[in-house]
């Protein structure tokens, strides 16, 4: 099997107290596509995870963890499941090199992110689909509107907190014009583009970042209008990430308050996939959407021209 070589991300400052990423790839794709070969090795030879648990003389719940990613595998656990599953030299060197780089330290560990499982999917991901009804996506903000966003999340961090993530956020929107840039597809209710995040300012600006962002070749926006009815959508956020390697199948990401999900069953991936579709048709196009931003755009500086018209 021939070798391959992944891009990976590093993250250096900038001289406006900002970061840059620069490609490379990404531990926790190069996990999950570990598991997910070493999960068809031994269902290939008929084994369960408690029977080679029991061969291996290591716990049913490492296998599990090695097979969905959750954990790095050693050089000693590769060759021990090697031997188990009697793979040729070729596959063990593969098996070996994907484990080697599912332990490389990633460009966000830095920034102590709490998504960080997040960042390695999106990092690497050939697609990212984005549905939400609260606010615009991460990869589309600017910094003040994601500050601002940040803030209202969590009240009690602190300023130093805040802008970690935020920087977080800024870092991983150097993706959409990456070299080999993931195709990004958003579709966000109406009220996401009224709503006034921080001031009208501030949201100004992140409506004219939109119009700009919504021109990448890469990246097709879309809005649902108001008149458009009740959505099929049970939660107010996903993202579908889809992956250029066979190994790694397509992942539902779902915020939550508590905690997030990750859905990897195609059975549920289908049901997401069906419902942005839908989304899709329920929303106007691209241009459309271009054309009612700028209209918001219009309406929000005619609004500020009235106030100080009246001061």
Known sequence: MPSRKFGVLHLTPTGRGGTEVHAEGSPTVRRRELGAMLKKLRTAKGLTAEQVADRLLISTSKVSRLETGQRGASDRDINDLSDLYEVDDEQRQHLLELASEGKQRAWWQPLALPYSTYVGLETEAKSIRDFGLGFVPGLLQTADYARAIVRAAVPKWGPEVVEQRVQGRLARQQLLR????????AVVDESVLHRVVDSPVVMRAQLEHLLELSELPNVTLRVIPYESGALPAGNNKFIILGFAQPAVPD????????????LEDPRDVEIYNVTFQTLVLLAV?????????????????????TRQGTT
């Open 178 to 185: 990456s070299e080999d840039a993931p195709r990004f597809e």
């Open 251 to 262: 992942i539902v990401f779902i915020e939550g308050l508590t905690g997030d999900l990750y």
């Open 285 to 305: 196009s691209p241009d459309e959407t271009r054309e009612i931003i700028a209209a918001t755009i219009r309406r929000h500086r005619r609004s500020r021209a």
